[in-house]
């Protein structure tokens, strides 16, 4: 779903007729708001590689042995007779779906064990919703190799097999799709203007009660409202639940990842990712990051709830699959040994919490003492949660607590990534919506 120029133009010249056509009823930010949206659309058409149509080839590869890389990686000590701990691993950032969180465990372990990032350059993601391609990453060259990448793209298997070990350990995360729906679309709905015309309070109700009415596969930002799930993963997410190709697509994405999380079952997720990896429980340990206060998630009646679910009927499917392979998993490993782990899983988080977080929790992003710990937010609201850090974590934690209160945007900052691209759009939104 890449724009070249010419579809940044039929875009821009779209969406500001509809402003013509609707301007007495617009209040004038809205219009500055879809003026400055303009401006990044076009920059972010200018910055797209995709307008390069030439893909990679044969050579690009990565070759099948990296000696050369890990010999400079600081390899984990608890290596053992059974297992050494994994380093090459892809993990399929998906939207909404507590990914932020496993991000943070990924850029830990990474940093501390000084293994090779394949980063994305000037913004936080991977040029999505575009498909991407080996040109995004940071300083790419051909024939590069990498031990980890971790940020929002649209999935192709092929252009990312090339960055990364033939053996790296590919990982992604899902959650019910009606969840995931009311999440997108309160996040997103701001930046989707087929939402600008509906009505009421309650926008997400009347969507699903008339979706045709609102919706249209070819509008811009058109993928966050119906399954996200799909599209993030490089498919067609206007497909029907019935139609043959969603099991085929599934049954080909079965193939290429060797586990799929699930976000319902976060902590049983995560020590299946250590089990998986051959890492240790400190390894997995985090806070939760990006969660929204209670008050902004909407709660959908059995009713809409049936019609999210039929809406994102393609998405339902794919859950249901990898749920039932998910729950195989956990049955092989034991279910008391299941047990077991995510209460001494628990123990640790708490024991953190204890020693990092003022309060013990999370607080809403006006509190937030600390930019370096304030989260990216969406347009027009502040509903996302941080943290405060104590001022007298000792220094044997210290750097560890500031590490996992770190969110993203601030996080790839750390690593190096020049984040000018997003920082302007932050400034831009911000400059029109006071959140």
């Not at 590869?61 to 050369?68: E, V």
């Not at 009421?200 to 409202?225: C, D, I, R």
């Not at 003492?369 to 937010?377: E, V």
Request: aromatic share 12%; charged share 25%.
């Amino acid at each position: 779903m890449g724009y070249d120029f010419r579809d940044c133009v039929h875009i821009w010249v779209l969406m500001m007729s509809g402003i013509k056509g609707n301007k007495c009823t617009l209040k004038r930010r809205l219009i500055l708001w879809v003026l400055l949206t303009n401006i990044m659309l076009v920059l972010y058409c200018l910055m797209n590689p995709t307008e390069v149509k030439i893909r990679g080839s044969q050579q690009d590869t990565c070759p099948l042995s990296i000696a050369k890389l890990k010999e400079n990686v600081s390899m984990p000590s608890q290596s053992t007779e059974e297992c050494s701990p994994r380093v090459d691993i892809m993990f399929m950032k998906t939207h909404k779906t507590a990914s932020s969180t496993i991000l943070n465990i990924l850029f830990r372990f990474g940093e501390k064990h000084k293994l090779k990032f394949a980063l994305p350059d000037g913004r936080n993601d991977f040029f999505y919703p575009s498909p991407f391609l080996c040109s995004q990453v940071k300083d790419y060259r051909p024939g590069d190799c990498f031990n980890i990448m971790c940020n929002h793209m649209r999935f192709d298997h092929q252009e990312v097999a090339k960055l990364l070990p033939p053996d790296a350990v590919y990982i992604t995360i899902i959650r019910d799709p009606v969840d995931l729906f009311e999440s997108s679309f309160n996040y997103y709905h701001r930046a989707v203007p087929l939402t600008w015309s509906i009505n009421g309070e309650n926008k997400l109700a009347e969507f699903l009660n008339s979706p045709q009415t609102f919706y249209s596969p070819q509008a811009f930002n058109s993928f966050y409202l119906k399954n996200l799930l799909f599209f993030d993963f490089g498919f067609d997410n206007n497909l029907e639940a019935d139609d043959p190709r969603v099991m085929r697509d599934i049954h080909n994405l079965s193939k290429h990842f060797d586990l799929v999380l699930v976000a319902e079952y976060f902590e049983e997720s995560l020590i299946l990712l250590k089990d998986k990896l051959c890492w240790t429980m400190e390894d997995i340990m985090y806070f939760k990051l990006n969660a929204r206060r209670s008050s902004s998630v909407f709660r959908l009646t059995p009713e809409l709830r049936a019609k999210a679910l039929q809406w994102n009927g393609a998405d339902w499917r794919l859950y249901q699959h990898f749920n039932a392979t998910f729950w195989a998993r956990v049955e092989a490993y034991g279910r008391e040994r299941m047990k077991q782990e995510v209460n001494e899983l628990r123990r640790r988080n708490a024991a953190m919490k204890a020693i990092c977080v003022e309060d013990g929790d999370a607080v809403e992003a006006q509190k937030i003492q600390d930019r370096r710990f304030l989260p990216w937010q969406p347009v027009g609201e502040s509903s996302i949660l941080g943290y405060n850090m104590k001022k007298n974590v000792h220094p044997t934690f210290r750097t560890l607590c500031e590490k996992m209160l770190t969110p993203e945007i601030q996080y790839l900052s750390d690593l190096g990534v020049n984040l000018w691209l997003t920082r302007l759009w932050g400034w831009l939104k911000n400059s029109v919506f006071i959140i």
